[in-house]
């Protein structure tokens, strides 16, 4: 029995935060010993590995997608995928409403957001999240479902640059919500906090977190 695991579920589960165990790289044994737990939310970051895991592992897992997503990917895991955490273009969203409308189901989906001061490749700044949620196409897109924000702090060990970039991310969370969703509660998840920072991240608002090393131990590979 994982006993960091067991340790981080039950603060999580007080605090009404969802774990979403990042079993990238981890094995299906590995997984299945959180299964056994009571774990069922798992996120990969790779279409491959994930179409693999989802094979071969118990069907009332919900499994998120939490790298970045190639367009013409998406046809793989849109029958059955969750959550898919990093929409970062509005063209990937079109892709994701047409094999959601094929595999005759609403595909839910997070925007990440840029909010680190670090170089990357991913995720939207202010401006471009702002202009995919005010863009009049998003209405005609009956099989994607917009549920809320994802977002990355810098990996340094400075709390407050963290707490900042997290509340930052809070705030744009709450004014897309406002000025979008206000007649709705779809828009609900903030998903922000890994190993190292999740603490910081449900002090700031989080209502979901990606755990990987903390529960399953560092990756090797
Ligand atoms: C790997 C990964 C995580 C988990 O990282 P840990 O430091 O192992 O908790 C969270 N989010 C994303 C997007 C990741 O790729």
Redesign the pocket.
Known sequence: MNKEYSRIAEELKRASILLVA?S?TKSTEEIMELYVAGQRDF?E?RVQELREKYELLPKDIRWHL??HLQTNKVKYIAGWVHLI??VDRLELLQEINRQGEKAGRVIECLLQVYIAKEETKFGLSDEEMYSIFNNPQLKSMKFVRLCGLMG?ATNTNDESVIRQEFRHLKNLFEDVKRDHFSETDSFKHLSMG???DYKIAGEEGSTMV?????IFGE?TN
């Open positions: 990042v990238k996120g970051n939490i790298g955490h990093s990355m890994m190993s190292s990606r755990i990987g090393s903390l990756r």
